[in-house]
């Protein structure tokens, strides 16, 4: 597998999960699913010296949790930077203003700190 394709099967993924819960939307931003795969290498620790055919194959088996990374992006857009939300009777609250912790700590870690549980 290939990054495009890494990056076209998290895409696929994220626009199925919406187009089931009913949204009305024909393509999910690519930007977002750029922008996750790159945080997550970065978070994952992955070794700068690995080739791009050896990064895929250490995020393939995350492609739901870089999806559902996605989803969470995607789901927070108008709500940048805020941990809740109320417009009317509608109140939402986030996990984090970000990334949610526990989606960020569901990807692999090439890194293994003494005394650091992740």
Same mark, same amino acid.
């Given at each position: 597998m290939t990054m495009v394709e890494l990056t076209g099967e998290v895409t696929r993924k994220a626009l199925l999960y919406l187009k089931e819960q009913g949204e009305d939307i024909e393509t999910f931003p690519t930007s977002i699913v750029d922008f996750v795969i790159e945080f997550a290498i970065a978070e994952s620790h992955i070794p700068n010296h690995y080739a791009e055919s050896e990064i895929v194959e250490k995020l393939g088996g995350s492609k739901t949790v870089l999806a559902m990374m996605c989803l969470d992006i995607y789901s927070k857009a108008g709500s940048e930077g805020e941990m809740s939300n109320h417009e009317g009777s509608i109140s939402r609250?986030?996990? &984090?203003?970000?990334? *949610?912790? &526990? /989606?960020?700590? *569901? /990807?692999?870690?090439f890194v293994n700190t003494p005394g650091t549980l992740r």
């Open positions: 609250t986030y996990e &984090s203003a970000w990334i *949610s912790k &526990s /989606l960020i700590d *569901s /990807l692999p870690n």
